[in-house]
């Protein structure tokens, strides 16, 4: 189970509490429904449930109406990052490029991971409405529409696990960059 979304900036833990139970509930979300604030421990629960649900992916709750949907390479489990990896060496060999170029991999990079990404999802209705940003080891896409993140976050989830869809993928993202574009 993860609780970092509920974990953040909670007042409790630098208490010395130990404050989870196994139905999901702990001092901090107990403190919120007697202050009266059960619809927000309710959306927390949700948060949490999808988090569950998509792997290594995380949405962020920024409490605000406001969410992100969170891929850090980083987290992903050796297998997937095996699996993936190998979508982008495959379109190296493609190419006639070298896989790796001083120990590090032609192709792969955050940047490129979002472009695969926006290929698979930029025909979902209010995906070209959310922002995105690039970081070192990932990238993040924000919206209002939790339910937009949840079926985005699931949906890449599954394609990641299946190395034949996830090739293709990597395939027609790749292909619109510059360099390849006129092959």
């Avoid at 969410?67 to 297998?79: E, N």
């Avoid at 472009?115 to 922002?131: H, K, N, S």
């Amino acid at each position: 189970m993860n609780h970092w979304t509920l974990c953040m900036d909670c007042p409790y833990p630098n208490k010395g509490f130990v404050c989870w139970s196994r139905n999901q509930e702990c001092l901090r979300t107990r403190m919120m429904v007697l202050d009266g604030h059960g619809d927000e421990v309710e959306q927390i629960s949700r948060v949490n449930g999808i988090n569950e649900v998509i792997g290594p992916f995380q949405i962020y709750d920024f409490r605000n109406g406001s969410y992100a949907l969170v891929i850090r390479l980083s987290s992903f489990p050796q297998k997937m990052q095996i699996l993936c990896q190998s979508g982008f060496n495959d379109f190296s060999k493609l190419q006639n490029e070298p896989i790796e170029v001083n120990d590090r991999y032609t192709h792969g990079s955050p940047m490129e991971w979002r472009l695969v990404f926006d290929t698979a999802f930029r025909e979902v209705p209010g995906f070209t409405y959310m922002d995105s940003d690039v970081v070192r080891d990932g990238f993040n896409y924000y919206s209002t529409d939790l339910g937009l993140l949840e079926q985005l976050g699931t949906s890449f989830y599954g394609i990641c696990q299946n190395r034949t869809e996830f090739r293709r993928l990597v395939r027609r993202a790749l292909r619109k960059l510059p360099r390849y574009a006129m092959g």
